[in-house]
């Protein structure tokens, strides 16, 4: 049943996505299969998938920018397509391709006028977005985009996502293209966004970020979504460690470590006790630790394990 209040802030059930291609547009290619989301107002969501997973044609099924072949959405309790919702809604594609021979803030200024932005509050809008994303006024005011790095036109893009001040706003490979600089104060300024309770729809490759940022994960392949959830969820809350270090004396490393693997110098093992603990008592023991890690998997290893399940050729 289709929510109508917008405490579900995008909702999908069953969409199929079937695309007609060859010379004849005899061949049929299933984008999606069935796939149902539900995402709460606040939530920030990232969609996971390889390559040609689907996960762009679900982001523009929902934006209203492709038609479902079958299935039913919805973004703030209103069916998508509708035009009344759009003023809420803010969109970074992958690749953001803007008029070249505009500069920055002409762009901003255009996309404030599309969405209605009084004259004697855009100038203001737009400057406080600059100083977000990094950009600065100058490079806005005087070049056109023709001349800006990859980087400089995602930060652009960001701003344009943002320049309406939408409730749900949809990203899609919002890191592409930035140094780690820029990666950096991409996350904080979707952080900043998480804070203010915005809802969040993120595609992404970059693992980490994902881990970092999202309250729930979904993971797309071959059109079809494997597995939903919260990163406790999905896995596990361990609250057990693995502890590697060298030097310390043996029988003392193993009063404090279970499956204590020592070769040489070097050691790994599981701490019995409490972690702080632990650590002094290696330390007691004249030995050093070097990392301390959780013993649930990485996002990463549980990612490639629901595509090796999927019998997806994955290498590391």
Not at 31 to 40: G, M, N, Q, T, V
Not at 153 to 180: K, T
Not at 204 to 210: Q, R, Y
């Amino acid at each position: 049943m289709e929510p109508t209040s917008t405490t579900i802030a995008v909702w999908a059930d069953r969409l199929n996505k079937t695309y007609r291609t060859g010379f004849w547009l005899n061949r049929k290619v299933e984008s999606l299969k069935d796939c149902s989301i539900a995402i709460p107002t606040g939530e920030t969501f990232g969609l996971l998938g390889p390559n040609g997973a689907g996960k762009t044609t679900l982001l523009k099924i929902l934006l209203g920018l492709v038609s479902p072949t079958s299935g039913r959405a919805s973004i703030l309790g209103r069916s998508i397509g509708d035009q009344g919702v759009r003023q809420q809604v803010g969109y970074l594609p992958e690749n953001p391709y803007f008029y070249d021979y505009l500069t920055g803030w002409e762009f901003l200024e255009f996309m404030a006028q599309l969405f209605e932005i009084p004259r004697s509050q855009r100038s203001q809008r737009i400057m406080q977005l600059l100083e977000w994303v990094g950009l600065s006024a100058k490079s806005a005011k005087n070049k056109q985009m023709r001349q800006y790095s990859k980087g400089m036109l995602q930060r652009v893009g960001m701003a344009q996502a943002l320049i309406g001040n939408p409730e749900v706003i949809f990203l899609d490979e919002p890191m592409s293209g930035l140094d780690p600089l820029g990666r950096y104060q991409m996350r904080e300024i979707i952080l900043a966004l998480k804070a203010q309770g915005k809802t969040i729809f993120f595609n992404s490759h970059i693992l980490n970020d994902v881990e970092a940022i999202c309250d729930r994960v979904a993971i797309l392949a071959q059109g079809e979504l494997l597995c939903t959830g919260s990163l406790d969820e999905l896995l596990g809350t361990s609250d057990c460690y693995h502890v590697s270090g060298h030097g310390g004396e043996t029988t003392a490393l193993q009063s404090v470590l279970s499956d204590l693997d020592r070769s040489g110098e070097t050691w790994q093992g599981t701490p019995n006790g409490e972690l702080s603990e632990t650590i002094a008592a290696i330390g007691a023991a004249g030995g050093t630790v070097i990392n301390v890690r959780s013993a649930r998997p990485s996002l990463e290893d549980f990612f490639l394990k629901q595509l090796r399940d999927r019998g997806l050729n994955v290498s590391r």
